[in-house]
């Protein structure tokens, strides 16, 4: 059977097959269709964890136990679950363990554009890379049998164009693997007397991989039936830019394997083309191990070090004739992605940005605070840092910072690698104001569950992790809980708070308004009659709300009637009846 | 001969059901296709764009400057910033609803009065046509991109069954019955 699916799906299908039985994941762009596509077969486990460490954790678990596991993470996830990583490698694996990691070229949705192949070196780990579905799929069954058979965990590295372009597929059975579980504590407790005896295995390993390299399937040599003037190496989505710009006309060596690295295979190609060039995204790894092989390889010279390739990318690097464009001479306006109408943020954020609070900010839809007109935002760093900065920026500021400053971090996200740094506020006591905007979803990756949700993958019902609680019993003595539509009362509390000589949570509280079962209420109108024009409700940064011959007008089809407005107006124009049309 | 085209428009706006009937119909046609679209960030309320490719074999996943033989563009503006992909002969549905953009609500940038007639003006082949009237008509304001979807079918070499079976096969049951108007108001336009 054939199917259009995109990389990610068919990398959960390739798991699938290869009867992985476990996965535990925590959501990322563009990683994370690739556990929600394997979550919906029934005779497999699945599951969202708070973070990625313990994800790989979890697959190691599993993979310990005797049943081939997964996990999958953005890039910025393989820091977090490092730790695990590094010394998985030591400790190989009993039945196959994938690490699907998606790197994120462009930066679509990401803080950075760090590349994932250091960690393949850095860990000593196979790492194989796809360049469309179909190698996606292949890939990651391909994958277990390398985990079992060199006894090592095996990295699967995406990017966003390959996980999410879609392409022709075929389809497999799956089969069912279970090895045996037995007690081995040379190989699976890594204390030093332990570990030093498997660094030698890790190095061997690498060798026998490197010799797997020169013969696998997954490089391969691709003739030219045009000039051997030059040849090109590449992989991943660079080889179809490649093969769009240059068709079946230039010799390639297209790598599937991208840690090791082959060295006869490499120095062969070279041989029979004159200059040999790299096309890699990202940094230079295939370049710099050409380059300490002996072949002498043209890199990042002539290809961008910085965000993603195209086939113009490569055409113009080689000087092929540009291709005739339309030019308007009107300036587009730019559309930057916004909170959404009704956004339960939004309210928080134009009561901290009213008070002139300095926010330090964290990871999910709530980044989007940081743009005009609200520009409430400070700092935004990786998963966590609001709390835990917080804490350094307060023990600096000591009583200048104190009362005027607050971070907020989403309800996943505090459960991701916040509540370790409320911890640390306790138990440092810092007299820190965390805000915790719990819309009870994690938003920006497209609505997955979290510990405090209530809910696992799968939407049945699961553990629920009360965040008062939880607060209260790691220290915190002051917790309050406000509704982000109300905004006299968000003021209110947040000033309360900020004046207290001691850490206090601020959780604000109300469903992401996409989330299905949060109904709309009927939109707003403009009572032409009351409003003056004086722009109040425009500070507030709704996309529902425009300016049209001096006055404000909501846009009916956008509108959810969240009523926050409303609050602003200083003249009651905002209406809830629509006057009939007669 | 590899065929471009690109589905541009605001995110939330339903472009995704549009490649989704797009990706049916040319695999089911037994082409070679690639259908690319950046998910996350981009989704909330910023600019969208989906390239859809198919010929006999595809490469690249992108379309680039000067390739594009189609752009549907779901919004004004939104069809004038990807112009440049289009290719000289190329054509440009453009549904004429406006939305404006952040920078446009808050006052920094105003949104460009005569745009359509601007890329008419440049020699564009723009057929701009009111695509949500005719969505309110069949029954759904959400059923626009299938209004689109029927009049980019006019400009295809394929019987217009093949494209109502994509749609069942897409569509939700209860909706198949707006969107197969839809299709017919914007293919009879």
Known sequence: MKDLLIGNAAVARGLYEAGCAVISSYPGTPSTEITEFFSKYDDVYSEWAPNEKVAMEAAFGSALRGKRSACCMKHVGLNVAADPLFTMSYTGVNAGIVICVADDPGMHSSQNEQDSRHYAIAAKLPMLEPSDSQEALDFAKLAYEISEEYDTPVLLKMCTRVAHSQSIVALGERQEITKEYTKNPQKYIMTPGNAIRRHPFVEERTKKLTEYAETSPLNRIEEGDGSHDFGIITSSTSYQYVKEAFGDSVSVLKLGMINPLPVKLIKDFAAKVGKVYVIE?????????????????????????????????????????????????????????????????????????????????????????????????????????????????????????????????????????????????????????????????????????????????????????????????????????????????????????LAKNEPSVIISRRPCVLLKYVKPKKPLWVNPEKCRGCKKCMKFGCPSISFRDGHAVVDETLCVGCGVCAQLCPFDAFESEVPAND | MTKNIMIVGVGGQGSLLASKLLGRLLVDEGYDVKVSEVHGMSQRGGSVVTYVRFGDKVYSPVIEDGEADFIVSFEKIEAARYVQNLKKDGIIIVN??????????????????????????????????????????????????????????????????????????????????????????????
């Not at chain 2, 745009?115 to 949500?132: P, Q, R, T, W, Y």
């Open chain 1, 281 to 497: 995204e990202l940094d230079p790894i295939v370049e710099t191990h050409c380059k300490n092989i002996g072949v002498d390889v043209i890199g990042k010279d002539k290809f961008s070090i910085l965000g993603e390739f195209s086939q113009k990318s490569i055409e113009q690097a080689f000087e092929m004739a540009d291709k005739t464009v339309f030019a308007l001479d009107t300036d587009i306006p730019v559309r930057p992605p916004m909170m959404c109408s009704g956004c339960p943020h939004r309210g928080m954020y134009y009561v901290l940005a009213k008070n002139k609070i300095t926010v330090l900010g964290d990871i999910g839809c709530y980044t989007l605070g940081a743009a005009p007109p609200l520009n409430a935002l400070d700092m935004t760093l990786c998963m966590g840092a609001s709390v835990s900065g917080i804490h350094g920026y307060n023990k600096a500021g000591g009583e200048e910072t104190e009362n005027k400053t607050v971070c907020v971090i989403g309800d996943s996200t505090f459960m991701h690698s916040g509540v370790t740094g409320l911890i640390n506020i306790a138990y440092n006591q810092s007299n820190s104001t965390v805000i915790i905007l719990d819309n009870s979803i994690t938003g920006m990756t497209g609505h997955q569950q979290n510990p405090t949700t209530g809910y696992s993958i799968k939407g049945d019902p699961a553990g629920k992790v009360n965040l008062e609680d939880l607060c209260h019993s790691i220290g915190i003595n002051s917790v309050r809980v406000v509704d982000p539509y109300k905004l006299e009362e968000c003021e209110r509390v947040l000033k309360e708070e």
């Open chain 2, 96 to 189: 004429t609803q406006q939305i404006d953009p952040m920078p446009v609500i808050i006052g920094s940038a105003t949104y460009p009065a005569d745009i359509i007639n601007e890329m008419k003006s440049k020699g564009i082949h723009v057929d701009d046509i009111d695509a949500l009237s005719m969505a309110n008509e069949a029954g759904s304001s959400k059923a626009c991109n299938i209004v689109l979807m029927g009049r980019l079918a006019k400009y295809f070499d394929m019987p217009k069954e093949k494209w109502i079976a994509a749609i069942e096969k897409c569509v939700k049951p209860q909706f198949v019955e707006i969107n197969k108007k839809a299709f017919e108001l914007g293919y009879n336009c």
